[in-house]
């Protein structure tokens, strides 16, 4: 994965130049076969689309004007508010077939100021012809009439897109994204002390703790989208199906784009689980660094959770034959994810038993290896 740094942030390659070179000659071609042998006036909007026109320019196979712009704002004098102009518009538009060129569109507003100025211009036809749109963002009514390339919601650079002024000349886009992250997925048997540990280790490796079981609380109890149908599975009687949970988690990543890395507890549990996280952090350009496994006796635990249930007044803590087929369930569950992850070299048995300071220096001795 080709990387680099501009500023404080990591971007990795997204879409190459050649992709780039395809796109752009296919929408100059469609252009000069809709306008039927008329001379267009190509209006660049500055400073993001000079590299997009120089080449659309270079393969539009007719006669052509261009002239480059920027979008300008002042106070006007007798109203309130901001009012816009287009600095660098040389000559007359009148009767023109006017096409504006924009590097990118996402909400859509910077364009619909723009075409707004053209308004009282008479110009014959006005078109719209962007080298990206955000479809996921856009909400104007304005139609884009040639798109070279759409693209999810996601923060880019290169050919002719910067970031703080930076970025601009790179031939590629890059999509932002973190560099070296270290992401771990957190087992352990019921009382084995995962969860303390979790908050130990986020602490001092300064990463991010996912509990499923949190995520999935604070979905449902702030009803969103996802925990509303989260719980109509639930309320059904029925298990969250996989997608569900994993949309959940991702959500939970997009929302910490420049963390140092997570730990995922709770998550994954079946085999099919751990391919869905692998394929979502492949896709950013990551992967799962290790699977740490907390590794207790289970009669050590029985006998520390029944201890604990005296205290929590917990049901389920209270009663050892519930217990133990917790116990059956997640050494099956173990069992399974441990060859998936054990095949990649990821799989870390720690030792679970003695202070929790020992554990805790236990656990970085691995955390410090990956």
Do not use: W
């Not at 100025?117 to 955000?134: H, M, P, R, S």
Request: aromatic content about 10%; hydrophobic content about 40%; some cysteine.
């Amino acid at each position: 994965m080709n990387t680099i740094k501009l500023h404080d942030k990591y971007f990795k390659n997204f879409i190459s130049k050649d992709e780039i070179d395809i796109a752009i000659k296919s929408v100059a071609l469609q252009i000069h076969k809709d306008i039927k042998g008329e001379i267009p006036l190509f209006i660049a909007i500055l400073n993001g689309s000079f590299m997009y026109a120089a080449d659309l320019l270079r393969h539009y196979p007719g006669q052509c004007e261009i002239s480059f712009v920027k979008l300008s704002s002042y106070e006007g004098t007798n109203s309130s508010g901001s009012i816009k102009s287009l600095i660098g518009l040389n000559g007359e538009v009148k009767d023109k077939t006017v096409i504006i060129l924009e590097d990118i569109v996402d909400t859509g507003n910077t364009l619909q100021e723009i075409f707004n100025l053209f308004e009282d211009k008479n110009v014959k036809q006005l078109k719209i012809a962007t080298l990206f749109l955000k479809p996921d963002v856009y909400k104007k009514k304005l139609p884009i009439d040639y798109i070279a390339i759409s693209i999810p919601d996601k923060f880019i650079v290169g050919y002719g897109l910067d970031y703080d002024d930076l970025g601009r000349n790179l031939s590629d886009v890059y999509q932002l994204t973190t560099l070296n992250m270290k992401n771990i997925v957190l087992f352990g048997p019921p009382g084995a002390g995962k969860g303390t540990q979790a908050e130990f280790l986020k602490n001092i490796f300064n990463l991010i703790h996912i509990s499923t079981g949190d995520v999935f609380r604070q979905n449902i109890q702030n009803q969103t989208k996802l925990g509303k149908l989260a719980k109509s599975y639930m309320d059904a009687g029925n298990l969250v199906p996989d997608e569900v949970t994993i949309d959940m988690l991702k959500a939970e990543v997009e929302k910490n784009s420049t963390a140092k890395g997570f730990i995922f507890d709770g998550f994954p549990r079946t085999e099919s689980q751990a391919k869905a996280l692998d394929l979502f952090l492949n896709e950013k350009g990551e992967t799962i660094n290790g699977m740490i496994a907390l590794e207790v006796e289970e009669d050590i635990l029985v006998t520390r959770l029944l201890e604990r249930g005296k205290i929590s007044g917990r049901p389920d803590d209270q009663d050892e034959e519930k217990i133990r087929n917790r116990f059956n369930e997640y050494h099956t569950k173990t069992a399974i994810l441990k060859e998936y992850y054990a095949a990649q070299g990821k799989y870390f048995g720690v030792n679970g038993v003695g202070s929790i300071e020992e554990i805790t220096e236990r656990l970085k001795v691995v955390f410090n290896q990956l």
